[in-house]
C-alpha cells in the first residue's frame, strides 16, 4: 500500500465554508476506536477532526460510542454545533455505551446492519488509528469499491504513524504478491493531520462501475 499524502486539490465547494445554499451537506463516514487507554494523541486528532469537519458544514455519521476517539470526533463536532449521527447496535445501548448528546442516535439490530447504514449515503470514509472493529469497516470499505460498489474517498488518517505497518505490508506483500493489482493502491490514501482530511476528501481519485474492470487480479 502506498503511503501517498494528499495532493493540492482543486478548491472543493466545501472546503472552506461548508457546503453552498442548497447543496446537502457532505457526510463522512467515520471509523474509529472506543479505547480510553491509547495515547492522548490519537483523541487529541480526532477532537480536532470533529471540530474541523463540523466547520465545513459536513454531517458526521459513525458508530455512536461515547468513549475514546469516537467519543472525541463527537464532543469536538458538537461543540462547534456539527451534526453528529450515530448507528448504535442496541446491545450497547443496553450497555450504556451510546453518546447521550448526538444529533441523532439510531439503533440497530446488528454489527452487520451498523456496518451498512454508515457507509450507505456518506460521501467519503476516514479511518482513524482503531483496533479490529476499525480494520473490518476499512477492509470492507476497500473491497467494495474494488468492486465498483463504493465510489468514494477512503482516507486513513495517520496519527502518530500509526497506518505505517500496515501500508508497508499491503505495499510491498499484498501487491507485491499479486494478491491486488497495482492501481488498487488508490482505493485509500494516507493523510498526516486532521487538516489534511478535507484536502484529502477533495483530491482523492474517484471509482465508478468501471473500476470492476480492475478488480480481478492479473499477471505482473
Known amino acids: 500500500m502506498r503511503a501517498g499524502t494528499a495532493r493540492n486539490p482543486a478548491a472543493s465547494p466545501w472546503q472552506n465554508a461548508g457546503p453552498p445554499q442548497g447543496h446537502p451537506p457532505v457526510r463522512v463516514c467515520i471509523y474509529a476506536s472506543s479505547s480510553d487507554y491509547a495515547p492522548a494523541a490519537y483523541t487529541d486528532d480526532a477532537r480536532r477532526l470533529g471540530v474541523l469537519l463540523a466547520q465545513a458544514g459536513c454531517e458526521i455519521v459513525y458508530g455512536g460510542g461515547s468513549r475514546g476517539s469516537m467519543g472525541a470526533i463527537a464532543d469536538g463536532a458538537l461543540s462547534v454545533g456539527g451534526r453528529v449521527i450515530g448507528i448504535l447496535p442496541r446491545f450497547m445501548a443496553d450497555l450504556e455505551w451510546g453518546h447521550p448528546g448526538l444529533t441523532h442516535l439510531e ?29 473490518e469497516e476499512l477492509f470492507e470499505a476497500v ?65 465508478g462501475e468501471d473500476a470492476r474492470g480492475l478488480a480481478a487480479v492479473r499477471a505482473g
Not at 171 to 190: G, K, S, Y
Request: charged share 20%; aromatic share 8%; hydrophobic share 45%.
Open 107 to 135: 439503533l440497530v439490530g446488528d454489527m452487520r446492519e451498523r456496518k451498512h447504514l454508515l457507509l450507505t449515503g456518506s460521501d467519503a470514509v476516514v479511518a482513524l488509528p482503531g483496533g479490529s472493529g476499525t480494520l
Open 143 to 207: 473491497t467494495l469499491k474494488r468492486l465498483g460498489l463504493y465510489a468514494n474517498p477512503i482516507l486513513l488518517l495517520d496519527t502518530l504513524g500509526y497506518w505505517q505497518p500496515l501500508l508497508k505490508f499491503m505495499d510491498e506483500h499484498v501487491i507485491a504478491q499479486r494478491f491486488l493489482n497495482p492501481e488498487h493502491r488508490d482505493l485509500w490514501l494516507r493523510v498526516a493531520a486532521p487538516e489534511d482530511v478535507l484536502p484529502g476528501i477533495a483530491s482523492a481519485p474517484r471509482w
